[in-house]
């Protein structure tokens, strides 16, 4: 057992069971024994692989798409270049090589990330050498300018709360305690106000997931947008609207039981884009369409991006390089489970490769 075990077993034994929320937030982020406070998750060496660590082609991209936003919107003269949960500052570091040939766009820009993790921190340090960075707890801490952003794989990680439809009430699933173990149970049913909506789309033992956290960090970051300018782009996995169970876990780059050993394995939900998108458009911003990630990339040109990088390869390098565009685009690998959503001011274009 570990000490994270041990403590979640005494706090249900003492308070009784807890929300799937709760124990999201203990297992990833406790400040002793949290998964992201405790190792580096990432790469092959990790227990997941994210789209930057495929290939420098997804943060050259995803750069450039910004770029031009800022450059239709003016290429005001000052902006915040922010990421949510940078990871290893892998993206970004890909974004600011693919962009220096834009003129003015490293002038103006002042780069925030926005992380939790003092070890992912300290990492991001050491990748993006060079360039003068200011590390944020929130988006409410970033200055109030124009604010061109990515989240890329950062909403799935965020805690979640499940319900079980029982009549016209739920049942939210808790974790408790069975026989020394940590298990799932449902507490008793009662109206839910947030999920009075989703009454007309289920049926009773359907499961719905809620993002507590999701809504205020889509708010604050589109009031920004929409008060100052700028653009976001959010890519994760996901779906338009939330029903079944998608929690999950991963250890080594393969799934695991989320209860077993708490604090050790990566846990995430699919994302909720219909949640954000009415976020957005309440906060007085536009929303393009829920693109998926393949759809994305080949509007902005990676099938020509990966012809040019592969006239200067062979061999094993060429092959990795068709593997990673196969693995970021191919329907079948990440092209359609992720999906893209882009947040602009409602009087401006969405960031190229995304439509309204």
Not at 33 to 57: K, L, N
Not at 211 to 226: H, K, N, V
Request: charged fraction near 20%; proline fraction near 7%.
């Amino acid at each position: 057992m570990t000490s994270l075990l041990d403590q979640l077993a005494a706090r249900i034994r003492s308070d009784g069971p807890i929300s799937l929320a709760d124990y999201m937030a203990d297992c990833l982020l406790h400040p002793e024994h949290g998964y992201y406070t405790r190792q580096q998750p990432f790469g092959t060496t990790g227990d997941f692989t994210t789209a930057p660590e495929i290939s420098q082609m997804f943060g050259e991209l995803i750069g450039l798409s910004l770029a031009q936003s800022w450059l239709d919107q003016g290429a005001p003269k000052v902006f915040t270049l922010a990421e949510l949960g940078p990871g290893r500052g892998t993206l970004m570091a890909d974004l600011l090589r693919a962009t220096r040939a834009v003129p003015g766009f490293h002038t103006a820009l002042r780069l925030h990330l926005i992380e939790a993790s003092p070890s992912l921190r300290r990492t991001q340090a050491e990748t993006l050498q060079g360039y003068e960075v200011t590390w944020a707890d929130s988006i409410e801490a970033l200055p109030q300018q124009p604010l061109f952003l990515v989240a890329n794989e950062f909403f799935d990680a965020l805690p979640i709360r499940q319900f079980v439809r029982d009549g016209d009430g739920w049942r939210e699933r808790c974790v408790g305690l069975a026989e020394g173990a940590l298990c799932f149970g449902l507490g008793p049913a009662a109206p839910q106000p947030a999920l009075e909506h989703r009454l007309a789309d289920t049926k009773s033992d359907d499961l719905v997931e809620l993002c507590p956290a999701s809504p205020p960090i889509t708010a604050s970051l589109a009031q920004r947008i929409a008060q100052h300018g700028g653009a976001a782009l959010i890519i994760d996995y996901g779906d338009w609207r939330s029903l079944g169970d998608t929690l999950q876990a991963l250890k080594s780059h393969a799934p695991v039981d989320p209860l077993l050993v708490p604090g050790t394995a990566d846990l995430t939900a699919h994302v909720d884009f219909e949640v954000l998108c009415s976020v957005a458009t309440g906060a007085g911003c536009s929303h393009s369409r829920v693109t998926p990630q393949g759809v994305f990339l080949e509007r902005l040109g990676i099938t020509e991006r990966a012809r040019a990088l592969a006239n200067r390869l062979e061999g094993a390098a060429l092959d990795s390089l068709v593997a990673a565009h196969r693995r970021l685009t191919h329907p079948d690998e990440m092209g359609n489970l992720f999906k893209v959503l882009g947040i602009t001011p409602a009087t401006t274009s969405l960031p190229p490769g995304l439509i309204s």
